[in-house]
C-alpha cells in the first residue's frame, strides 16, 4: 500500500469511540477503544451481546466509521475515507465471512466466489480460474456449479470462505463463522481458517462467544461495555 | 460487468414471470397504443396517396365555390361553373395537354326488373384519357356522339353486374334516372378508393348529361393536366387569371371559384392524416408514463427485497455505482422487454385493422426503433430513484436486513 507498510500495524485503533442516537438516546457502543492487530495475527473478539464486538469489527471491516478517534489500516485513516474508498479498501484488502453464510441465493457457488473480482474488473476467464482455484482450496472441487441450496450448512461456509479469500485479501473478518453450524463441523471451519492464517500468513478477526472457537485464535480480546476488558494471547498457540 | 448485470436482471425479471408481466402492462399497452396508431396512419397515408396519385399528380382541378375560411360564404351561394366557361378556359390555356368538364348525380340505374344506384357523370371526350381509365369491352363514344349529346354510355363492372348478372350489357338500353341511354362499352374496374366507390359509375356524354338529366348547363368541376415539364402551380396560376376574367371578377374581390393543384391536396390530407395520428399517438404516450411508474414501483419492490443482497455486495467491496446500475440495467431491460411485446401488439392490432379497412400495412422501423429506445429509456428514467436508494442504502444496515 505504502512505504509504512512494514512497520505500520495492519490494524491501530486509537481512542475510537461509537456513538449512537442522540440526547437521551445516546448510546456509547464503543467508548474509547485502543488497540492494535498485526499482519498474520488471528484475533478472536468475545463478549456478551451489546458489547461492542460487532461494531468492532464493522469499523476494522471498513463498513462504517468511527463517530471519533482514529481507525488506521496498514498505517491510512481509514475512517477518513468517504464511502467510494472504503468499498475500494473492502475490495483490495478485506474478505467477509458472516455467521449467515450471506451467499446470493440461486447463483452457483462459482458465481458467488466470482463476485468480489467482478467488482475489482477482472475478465471473466481470469475470474473463473481464480474462483475454481480458491473453491479447491477449501475443499469443494466439483461443487462448482452448485446453488447454496443444493449445499449443506458446511459446504456453504466454505462457499463464504472461498468468495472471502479469492481476491487475495490482507486481512479476512468473520462474524460468528460457526454460530449456523453444529461443533463438528464448526471446528472444521475454523481448521481451515487456521490453516489460511499459518500457511498463507493470512491475518484474521473473528468474532465468537464460544470459548472453543476462540481457542483456534492466537489471541483474544474480551469486550465489556464498549471497553476492552481484557487482551491475551493464547497460552499453547502460535 | 455490463454482461454480468444483464444475465443478472434476466434472472430476476424471468424469476418472477407472473410480477414482471402484470408491471409491464402499462408499458405493453401504450407502446402498442402508439406503434399501431402510427402504423395504420402511415397505412392510411400511403392509401391516400396511392389513390390521388392514381388520379394523376400533373392535375389542377377547378369548381366553384369561395375560398374556405371562418367567415366565407357556403360553397353553393358561388356562381356554378358553366360549360360556356369551361370552354373558354380550354381554349386559353396553352400549356395544359388535355381538359375535361365533369358534372355528377346519383340516380337509379334500371334495367327490366334490376335496378342499382349508380353515380351518373357526364363528362367531355378527355375524361377517360385524363383517369386512364380503360374500357375493356365495347368502345368508348366518339367524338360526334361526345359533342351531340347522344344517348350512350359506359358503365362500370359493379353496374354490369347488378343490371345484367353475367350476361353482356352491350347494346342493352338502360335507364338513368329519366334518360334512357345504350350502353357501348364496359370500363376497367378501379375498385374502391377511400373517397370513392368508383365500380358503380355510368359515364355519359356531359352534353346528354346536362339535357336530359341535370336540365342545366352547370359544370361540376373542370379537370386541367399540365403538358410535361410544366408545373401544375403554373397551370393553376394561369387557370386563376384567366377564370377571373371569364366570369368578370372585378380587381379586389374574392374568386368565386377554387383551383387545386394535386400537390396541394396530397401535402393537405397526409398533413391532416399526419397530425391526426400524431395527435393519437401522444394520447396514447401517456399510458407509457403509468407504465414507467409501474416500473418504478416493481424497481423499489425489487430493492427492498433484495436488500441483504445489496448489503453482501457493499461488503464485498461493490461501489454504489455499481448497485445503482444493477438495478438500472433491470429496470431498463425490464421496460425494453414491455416495448418489445407492445410492439408485437401493436404491430398485430395494426395489422389486423389494415385487412379490416383495406388499407397497405406499413411497419416503420423507425417508429419500432424509436419506441424499444424510448421504452428502455423509460426503465432508466423511472427505474432512476428505487435503484439510486438501493445504492445509498448503508452496507450494515442493509446486511442486518432479514
Known sequence: ?238 | MLQQSVRLALLSITRNKLRSFLTLLGIIIGVAAVIAMLTIGSGVREKMHADITALGSNQVFVSAGYRFEPGSPPRDAARPLASEDYRMLARRLVDVQATAAVARKSLRAIFGPNSTQVSAVGVTQDYLRIRNWKVTRGRAPTRAEMESGAGVCLIAPAVSKALFGSDSPLSARIRIGQMTCTVIGLLAAKGGSLFTDEDNTVVLPLEAYQTRIAGNRHVESIVLTARPGIMTARIKREAEAAFRQIRRIAPGQDDDFQAEDMTEIIKFTTDTISTFTALLGAIAGISLLVGGIGIMNITLVSVTERTREIGIRMAIGARQGNILSQFLVEASILSLIGGLLGIGLGLAIAWGATLLIGIPFVPSIFAILCLSGVSMMIGVVFGFFPALHGARLDPIEALRHE
Open chain 1, 1 to 238: 500500500m505504502n512505504a509504512v507498510l512494514d512497520t505500520a500495524p495492519l490494524i491501530r485503533f486509537e481512542q475510537v469511540w461509537k456513538t449512537y442516537g442522540e440526547g437521551d438516546m445516546r448510546v456509547d457502543a464503543l467508548a474509547g477503544v485502543s488497540l492494535s492487530v498485526e499482519s498474520g495475527e488471528f484475533v478472536a473478539i468475545m463478549g456478551p451481546s451489546g458489547s461492542g464486538k460487532s461494531t468492532t469489527l464493522n469499523i476494522i471491516g471498513c463498513l462504517d466509521a468511527p463517530t471519533s478517534g482514529t481507525h488506521r489500516f496498514l498505517g491510512d485513516d481509514a475512517g477518513a475515507l468517504d464511502r467510494g474508498r472504503r468499498a475500494g479498501l473492502r475490495n483490495m484488502h478485506i474478505g467477509f465471512v458472516f455467521q449467515g453464510y450471506n451467499l446470493l441465493p440461486r447463483t452457483t457457488a462459482l458465481e458467488n466466489v466470482e463476485l468480489p473480482l467482478v467488482y475489482r474488473g477482472i475478465k471473466a476467464r481470469e475470474r473463473r480460474e481464480r474462483a475454481a482455484q480458491a473453491l479447491a482450496e477449501v475443499g469443494l472441487s466439483g461443487r462448482e456449479h452448485h446453488t447454496p441450496a443444493q449445499l449443506s450448512g458446511g459446504q456453504q461456509q466454505r462457499v463464504a470462505i472461498a468468495r472471502a479469500i479469492v481476491s487475495k485479501p490482507t486481512l479476512l473478518i468473520a462474524d460468528e463463522p460457526t454460530g449456523n453450524l453444529d461443533t463438528r463441523r464448526g471446528h472444521e471451519i475454523l481448521e481451515l481458517l487456521t490453516g489460511l492464517n499459518r500457511q498463507q500468513g493470512l491475518s484474521i478477526v473473528m468474532v465468537t462467544h464460544e470459548p472453543d472457537i476462540a481457542a483456534f485464535a492466537q489471541r483474544e480480546i474480551g469486550f465489556v461495555d464498549g471497553c476492552i476488558a481484557y487482551d491475551r494471547a493464547r497460552a499453547g498457540v502460535s
